[in-house]
């Protein structure tokens, strides 16, 4: 019988070196010292035995049963380092590996520009306001000195919407909504934003395009603040050495009106290619507040002056950045935005 106990261990060793799992693990201990096991035979044979030999057989059962149960723990123990290795071997990290790269992002020339405007006049104390840009008739032209068939309203081909509404054409209807809204209070704020042209896209025209409005109203406001409100915008902008020039020129809603032109910085005035020989730059267009713009807005203009300017960021972002196609702007070509 003993050597029966002796064959079985060699078995069981053979079945434990072949399991893969504890689950194989637990089978194999239940077939050997279970219910079902080749021991219940010998648990039969004890009874016949006389008490000597059960003795020994007793001793030699609890023996096995012990040799499984240390089999089974080896054995479970090679299987779980194995399991360990093999993870660590699937799940291996070369920490030496260089990292994935990602881009970051940045501004839009344009949104930088806006910011830079910005910046500048929120120094000046200018605060930032903002106005629709589906506007109505009223606003876009009309309160801006521009009534129905006024010839200047063909400067800006419009996109209606219906007969009341359309894409505002330019940020100076904001001038308006901004007066109303003060009530004959001191005004000094910008307004950036989007506007809208019936305008065939090349590459200095653009069907949308941007502007910064500016509006100042106080008492005794003159075209000397204008001016030296614009040269320190200018200067900061595009360098201290810079000249500004103002000319005659005609807006409906400000009387005088100027276009202001900036000295070339490619060439500090000499005449280069950018400023087509030139020496300067057109940059915005200003003017003293028209009387009527004013008083239809709830300003006595008597007690009241401002000025106001209209400039486009794209033209400044092209002159600042020498771009030569406002489309650039348009496209988000990674090649072209990663340059800012
Ligand atoms: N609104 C004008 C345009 O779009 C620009 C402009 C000119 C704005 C003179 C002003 C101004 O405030 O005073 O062409």
New binding site residues.
């Given amino acids: 019988m003993t050597e029966r106990l002796l064959n079985l261990k060699s078995e069981v060793r053979e079945e434990l070196k072949n399991a893969k799992s504890v689950h194989e693990l637990n089978a194999v201990k239940a077939r050997y010292v279970g219910k079902k096991s080749p021991l219940q035979e010998v648990l039969g044979k004890m009874r016949e035995a006389d008490a000597e030999t059960r003795k020994a057989l007793g001793k030699a059962i609890n023996e096995f049963k012990s040799f499984v149960e240390e089999e089974v723990s080896a054995r479970l123990q090679e299987i779980t380092a194995a399991e360990i290795q093999k993870r660590l071997e699937s799940e291996r990290l070369d920490v030496t590996l260089p990292g994935k790269r990602f881009s970051a992002g940045r501004l839009h020339p344009l949104s930088k520009t806006i910011e830079e405007i910005e910046d500048i006049c929120i120094g000046m104390g200018y605060e930032i306001a903002e106005g629709p840009e589906i506007e109505t008739d009223h606003y876009n032209f009309e309160l801006l000195n521009l009534p129905k068939g006024h010839p200047a309203r063909e400067m800006q081909d419009s996109f209606y919407l219906d007969v009341v509404h359309l894409l505002r054409t330019?940020t100076?209807p904001v001038q308006a909504r901004v007066m109303q809204k003060a009530g004959g209070k001191p005004i000094k704020i910008i307004c950036p934003g989007k506007v809208y042209r019936r305008d065939n896209d090349d590459a200095t025209h653009s069907h949308q395009f941007m502007?910064i409005?500016g509006l100042v109203i106080d008492k005794d406001i003159t075209m000397a603040d204008l001016k030296g409100t614009l040269a320190l915008l200018m200067r900061r902008m595009f360098g201290d050495e810079l000249e500004i020039r103002f000319r005659p020129s005609f807006?409906p809603?400000?009387e005088p009106?100027v276009e202001v032109d900036v000295t070339c910085f490619k060439c500090g005035g000499e005449g280069c290619p950018l400023c087509k020989g030139t020496g300067w730059h057109e940059v915005l267009?200003?003017?003293m507040v028209h009387p009527n713009v004013l008083r239809m807005s709830g300003y006595d203009p008597e007690t009241n002056q401002g000025f106001?300017?209209?400039l486009g960021i794209e033209r400044i972002a092209m002159l600042r950045y020498g771009i030569d196609d406002i489309r650039y702007f348009y496209q988000n070509d990674p090649r072209f935005l990663k340059q800012f």
């Fill in positions: 330019h100076s502007q409005e807006f809603f400000t009106s267009g200003a003017g106001a300017f209209g």
